[in-house]
């Protein structure tokens, strides 16, 4: 009896390891400094960072964790390439060709992807945005447990492991990689971030 509950353990334990150790991302790595997608001053939550074993695995993807509704601005600036915001469907028995998303197409030709966006939640359907224009608002539509934005860069639109690319953001702790299980501040314009912060 003991010897089954020890190899039971061992096996949670495997689990555990397997899920928080993740899965292997692209070398990749954009030198581009994108700004949070959401509004300067608030804060919100990596839910599932690169390679999360949830639905990450293989892919350079941020999920942020985020009210529906919450107003989604556009991390780097480029042309709107392609959008869906019909879909009110969304939950884990939900397919992924129902979330809704926007697609931004960026001047070196990589792609923005926003995704899971409340159903009419496109607010530019067209033409040129600037970085930290407002594109859209989050929902929970497609594969999604709750409410959050999905946001990947991309070099072309499939989900092959080098497809995706690594991005830097500026965040009140610096120009930082993104970690899952962290929270993330958007500065506001103006703000005197230490110089020491920058580069980690
Ligand atoms: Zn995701």
Not at 19 to 32: H, K, M
Request: positive net charge; contains cysteine; hydrophobic residues 40%.
């Amino acid at each position: 009896m003991k010897k089954l509950l020890f190899i039971f353990l061992l096996i949670v334990l495997a689990i555990i390891i397997y899920f928080l150790r993740g899965s292997e991302v692209t070398y990749n790595l954009d030198t581009y400094v994108y700004e949070l997608p959401f509004k300067e001053g608030t804060k919100h939550k990596v839910v599932q960072g690169y390679g999360g074993r949830f639905s990450h695995t293989n892919k350079a993807a941020l999920d942020f964790a985020m009210p529906e509704g919450t107003p989604v601005f556009a991390a780097r600036e480029g042309r709107i390439y392609s959008y869906k915001d019909d879909s009110n469907e969304g939950g884990l028995l939900t397919n992924e060709s129902k979330a809704n998303y926007i697609i931004i197409r960026h001047s070196d030709g990589s792609f923005g992807c926003y995704w899971h966006l409340k159903q009419n939640g496109v607010v530019t359907k067209k033409g040129f945005v600037m970085k930290g224009q407002l594109i859209g608002y989050s929902g929970r539509t497609g594969f999604v447990i709750w409410p959050h934005l999905h946001f990947a860069v991309k070099r072309r639109l499939n989900y092959e492991k080098d497809a995706f690319v690594r991005t830097k953001f500026m965040t009140t702790k610096g120009i930082v990689l993104l970690k899952a299980g962290e929270s993330y501040k958007k500065p506001v314009i103006g703000m005197v971030i230490p110089i020491e912060k920058f580069n980690k």
